[in-house]
């Protein structure tokens, strides 16, 4: 499917989370017991959500996008394909005629008015489905089910020195930023958060994230 992953080209300090081993055991456990569960319970909406990605769009069901993960390590962080087929030549064409959206791109990653989502890819991205795959992320040890989000290679320079605190953990399906507002907030406070997530992880901190992610889905707070 994909070709060997090789290490990301930075310099990443060797550095732990603050956590002891055996609240990082007992985090561990908790990921693989609800990823699990949560994967027997979602899998006959998740097959669902594949039919109708096939549909609205003919091609690929899950996308496999490379990420940074722990100790600098990349991986394939897997989502329901929520664009297009041709994705990456509808934002070149955008991006070469609409100054608005490259200074939008240039500062987030991201575009609110996004013309490569397809239709049901906005309902999915809208009410966090688009992530079910990453279920599997966390079965494989490549991320959690807490922690920052998982970042390409171009935004690890926005992390400056703090690029070794979000290497120190495992990326996560949610954490305190998809609890603050998601794209409502700044980058600089989204890595200000995961920095600071970076050094007091542990299994209660998790938990209580995960309590507060929960609203947060439901109401699409932050999400586009």
Request: proline letters at 5%.
């Amino acid at each position: 499917m994909h070709g060997k992953l090789n290490a990301v080209p930075v310099f990443v300090p060797a550095i732990t989370s603050r956590s002891n081993r055996a609240d990082r055991v007992m985090m561990r456990a908790v990921d693989i017991m609800v990823a699990s569960v949560a994967l027997f319970f979602f899998a006959p909406l998740m097959i669902v959500i594949a039919a109708l990605v096939f549909v609205g769009d003919p091609g690929p069901i899950l996308f496999a996008h490379r990420r940074i993960g722990r100790g600098g390590k990349d991986f394939y962080c897997l989502k329901f394909r929520s664009m297009a087929v041709d994705a990456d030549a509808r934002l070149r064409e955008l991006l070469a005629v609409d100054a608005a959206a490259r200074d939008e791109w240039a500062r987030d990653h991201k575009l609110r008015n996004d013309p490569r989502i397809t239709g049901i890819g906005r309902f999915l991205r809208k009410s966090s489905l688009d992530e079910l795959p990453q279920l599997f992320n966390v079965l494989r040890g490549d991320m959690s089910l807490v922690g920052p989000r998982p970042i390409v290679q171009a935004e690890a320079e926005r992390y400056g020195r703090y690029l070794s605190e979000y290497c120190a953990v495992r990326p996560g399906i949610t954490g305190l930023w998809q609890g603050s507002g998601r794209n409502d907030t700044t980058y600089r406070r989204r890595v200000a958060m995961d920095v600071a997530y970076s050094r007091k992880c542990s299994t209660s901190m998790n938990l209580k994230i995960l309590a507060v992610t929960v609203p947060s889905v439901v109401f699409a707070k932050g999400s586009y």
